[in-house]
């Protein structure tokens, strides 16, 4: 192809290279593209349809690794792509194939999805996987293409909520989850962010009484080849391969415009908009994987090289590479994601996928390392929402309270503590005193506050709340790995019958332990989230790893919905809520005041304070914890009816607020008959 084929030319005049992507300012469009090692990089233009390459124009400007370029006259909507020259030499890391189509990893829109054809590889892919051989084939044609973004929106005086973290109550969904199978959301919009947004879901959001929506990764991922060769898909879509640009599939209108309106009206429903984001990784996969983007930009910066061996990725993220963000350009790029889905889009916060691998440095995870430092001093940034999933697979990955503030981090202590306690486990008592409390031992500690710990029961990955009570074991085998996939320490019980049953007896008992569950949650010191679908008991079938499962499995089945579940739901939140200042405190509760009496105490159902014996009774069940100076006693039953003698109160008289049992406790003569397997909270009356 003639490298001036069409009437486009760069006005030389007028590049700037101060912003990366792909700009209009309202007479044309300048393009800026970071490459360190690169000997020439071109612009491709392609027709509307994205099926022709109409104009490929070398950018005419290098300064400092960005090269760029300014097109009078370009318009948004304009699709385009590069082609990266530089040396194919994998053993020192470079993998420049101009014959690959690359995305811009600052696009702002994506049009289409990746065909997957043995062309998209910089290699010769064959059975030896020789990735030190060199394709010749164009891979445009089965690429998406960038879509240069009209920017323009009417925000009508949007801003971002901030709701305080003692406030907060996190809601983790998912796109197309979410609505899918909702009978009030339209056709049209189902599984896309106009969907999420509509007043079906949004009504149901605030009658919950949550304040964030919490959406598993938006930015336009991979469908990896393996998946769609089975019939399967990355539903999850941790597999992100532009960082600007949201999934295609999930805009109705084609437009990121629909992205900023679900922001819009999910603001003016009170509700924050949080991101799940994957700094840590792309989708190319490891260094067999497609060139896409990165990879064929340049591969040595963007991704950590195997220690003594650039010809390989090295990975701590179990997907074949890592990104490269103590890479200076790669640690920008990360920012600059992060502060236009803040300040373009208006987002009120991030979840990061993976974070320890973000805290890496030469000697390995380091609280105080180049990343944290960024978002620490950006003035966008540190204003945010930042919440950390504290583990990869590298040495040295799990960090769960390793996190330097403002970060707040998912704690599956609380998960596994909170499961395990309400099965039955023995020996609980300390390890679930702990998690009422916030997790003390993790968090308090370098200033934290008693918000860091983000408490959850479940989540989309592992078992559902009410898969913890209806299986012992996972059932992954619509996955298609013969069930080796997803964990097997579930510290789920399925109480007589595996999967679904018509034993009343047998449901009774998971109804009650799952409200019981949610009401521990709802009371327990920290941030709760729920898992979308859990306050209606929805099941997954016992598929606790239904990342490529966008079926019926994973989507929300709205018509099947407990309408029980969901009215305690909705009460126990309704209760933290009303009691935040006890149940949501910014400062640990422990011991003693400063002279002011004590915060804490626990309680043996005897009526006496719990004594160091007391917690090593691997056969005490049933305990009791006030909380001052608001004067509210929690009584936690994991066993059978417990008599509970309740302490002396100021007043000299208590009243039941909450009971999670169904059949509600019963107060006589300073004794609580507190039904088996039941939360029961009361106040002064």
């Given at each position: 192809?003639?490298?001036t ?8 005049s007028?590049?700037?290279?101060s912003e990366?992507g ?13 490459s ?8 491709c233009?392609?027709?509307?349809g994205?099926d022709?390459?109409?104009?490929r124009?070398?950018?005419p400007h290098?300064e400092?690794?960005i090269w760029s370029?300014y ?6 909507g304009?699709l ?18 101009p014959n690959?189509?690359?995305?811009d ?8 999805e990746?065909k997957?054809d043995?062309?998209l590889h910089?290699?010769?892919l064959?059975d030896d996987q020789?990735?030190l051989s060199?394709?010749p084939?164009?891979?445009a ?5 960038c879509?240069?973004?009209d920017a323009?929106?009417?925000w009508?005086s949007?801003?971002a909520l901030?709701?305080?973290?003692a406030?907060?109550?996190?809601y983790?969904g ?7 199978l909702h009978?009030?959301?339209?056709d049209?919009i189902?599984g896309?962010f106009a ?12 009658s ?8 598993l990764p938006i ?18 879509g941790y597999?992100?391969i532009s960082f600007?640009?949201?999934q295609p599939?999930y805009l109705?209108?084609g ?8 922001v ?6 009170g509700?924050e908009?949080?991101?799940d984001v994957?700094?840590n990784?792309?989708g190319?996969?490891?260094e ?6 990165f ?6 910066s963007?991704y950590v ?9 090295h990975?701590?993220t ?17 920012m600059?994601s992060?502060?236009?889905w803040?300040?373009?889009m ?5 979840r990061?996928d ?5 805290g890496?440095?030469a ?5 105080e390392g180049?990343?944290?430092r960024?978002?620490?001093?950006d003035?966008?940034?540190?204003k945010?929402k ?9 040495d040295?990955?799990y ?5 330097p503030w403002?970060?707040r981090e998912?704690n ?7 499961r ?5 486990d023995?020996?609980m ?9 916030g997790?003390?031992v993790?968090f308090?500690?370098s200033?934290?506050?008693a918000?860091?710990?983000i408490?959850?029961l479940?989540a989309?990955?592992g078992f ?13 085998e619509a996955?298609g790995?013969?069930?080796?996939d997803?964990h097997s320490?579930?510290l789920s019980?399925n109480?007589g ?13 998971r109804?009650?332990?799952m409200?019981?569950m949610m009401?521990?949650l ?5 941030v709760?989230?729920?898992l979308a679908g ?6 997954q079938g ?5 990342y490529?499962?966008d079926?019926g ?11 029980t ?6 009460a126990a939140?309704a209760l933290?809520r ?6 949501a405190?910014?400062d640990?509760?422990?011991?003693e005041?400063?002279g002011?009496g004590?915060?804490?105490?626990w309680h043996h ?7 160091e014996g007391d917690?090593?009774?691997?056969g005490?069940r049933?305990?009791g914890l006030?909380l001052?100076?608001k ?7 994991s066993g059978?009816n ?6 002396a ?8 607020r ?6 509600p406790a ?5 004794i609580?008959?507190v039904?088996?397997q039941?939360?029961v ?5």
């Amino acid at each position: 192809m003639s490298e001036t084929k069409g009437v486009y030319a760069f006005d030389t005049s007028r590049r700037r290279n101060s912003e990366l992507g792909a700009e209009y300012d309202g007479c044309g469009v300048n393009f800026a593209i970071f490459s360190e090692h690169a000997s020439k990089i071109e612009l491709c233009l392609f027709d509307l349809g994205g099926d022709s390459e109409t104009a490929r124009l070398a950018l005419p400007h290098d300064e400092g690794g960005i090269w760029s370029g300014y097109i009078p006259g370009l318009k948004p909507g304009q699709l385009y792509g590069y082609r990266v020259h530089g040396p194919y030499a994998p053993e020192a890391g470079h993998r420049f194939n101009p014959n690959k189509l690359l995305l811009d990893p600052y696009a702002k829109e994506i049009n289409g999805e990746i065909k997957w054809d043995d062309a998209l590889h910089g290699y010769i892919l064959r059975d030896d996987q020789d990735d030190l051989s060199f394709d010749p084939r164009d891979s445009a044609p089965f690429m998406p293409k960038c879509v240069v973004q009209d920017a323009d929106f009417d925000w009508d005086s949007d801003l971002a909520l901030d709701h305080d973290w003692a406030e907060t109550i996190f809601y983790e969904g998912h796109v197309r989850g979410l609505t899918m199978l909702h009978p009030d959301v339209d056709d049209s919009i189902k599984g896309t962010f106009a969907g999420v947004c509509d007043p079906a879901i949004l009504a149901h959001l605030q009658s919950l009484g949550v304040t964030a929506l919490e959406l598993l990764p938006i930015h336009a991922f991979t469908n990896d080849k393996h998946l769609v060769d089975k019939g399967l898909s990355n539903y999850w879509g941790y597999q992100t391969i532009s960082f600007f640009a949201p999934q295609p599939r999930y805009l109705s209108t084609g437009h990121i415009a629909e992205v900023k309106q679900m922001v819009k009206a999910c603001h003016k429903a009170g509700i924050e908009v949080i991101l799940d984001v994957v700094y840590n990784h792309t989708g190319e996969g490891s260094e067999l994987g497609p060139t896409l983007s990165f990879r064929g930009i340049d591969n040595a910066s963007y991704y950590v090289p195997a220690e003594g061996n650039a010809r390989h990725t090295h990975d701590d993220t179990g997907t074949g590479n890592t990104l490269n963000i103590k890479h200076p350009f790669v640690l920008r790029m990360v920012m600059d994601s992060l502060r236009f889905w803040v300040q373009a889009m208006h987002v009120d916060g991030f979840r990061f996928d993976l974070a320890s691998t973000l805290g890496r440095e030469a000697d390995g995870f380091d609280r105080e390392g180049g990343f944290f430092r960024a978002l620490l001093q950006d003035p966008v940034l540190s204003k945010v929402k930042l919440i950390a999933e504290p583990w990869d697979i590298g040495d040295q990955g799990y960090q769960v309270g390793g996190f330097p503030w403002p970060f707040r981090e998912w704690n599956d202590k609380f998960r596994d503590d909170t499961r395990a306690w309400w099965r039955g486990d023995p020996g609980m008592l300390p390890d679930l005193s702990q998690r009422l409390l916030g997790s003390p031992v993790q968090f308090d500690h370098s200033h934290r506050p008693a918000t860091s710990s983000i408490n959850f029961l479940s989540a989309h990955d592992g078992f559902t709340l009410r898969d913890t009570v209806s299986y012992a074991e996972k059932h992954n085998e619509a996955n298609g790995e013969g069930g080796a996939d997803g964990h097997s320490n579930n510290l789920s019980a399925n109480l007589g019958a595996e999967g679904d049953t018509d034993d009343t007896a047998i449901l009774d008992a998971r109804a009650r332990r799952m409200r019981a569950m949610m009401s521990t949650l709802m009371v327990s010191q920290g941030v709760p989230m729920i898992l979308a679908g859990d306050e209606i008991a929805n099941s997954q079938g016992g598929n606790n790893n239904a990342y490529c499962q966008d079926t019926g499995i994973s989507w929300i089945d709205w018509a099947a919905a407990d309408q029980t579940m969901l009215d305690h739901t909705r009460a126990a939140i309704a209760l933290r809520r009303e009691l935040a200042p006890a149940f949501a405190r910014h400062d640990f509760r422990m011991g003693e005041d400063a002279g002011a009496g004590p915060i804490v105490v626990w309680h043996h159902p005897e009526g006496r304070k719990m004594e160091e014996g007391d917690w090593q009774d691997a056969g005490l069940r049933c305990m009791g914890l006030a909380l001052f100076p608001k004067q509210i006693l929690i009584v936690i039953n994991s066993g059978g009816n417990c008599q509970f003698k309740l302490p002396a109160i100021d007043n000299g008289a208590w009243a039941l607020r909450h009971d999670s049992s169904g059949q509600p406790a019963t107060l006589q003569d300073g004794i609580l008959l507190v039904p088996h397997q039941s939360l029961v909270v009361l106040t002064p009356a």
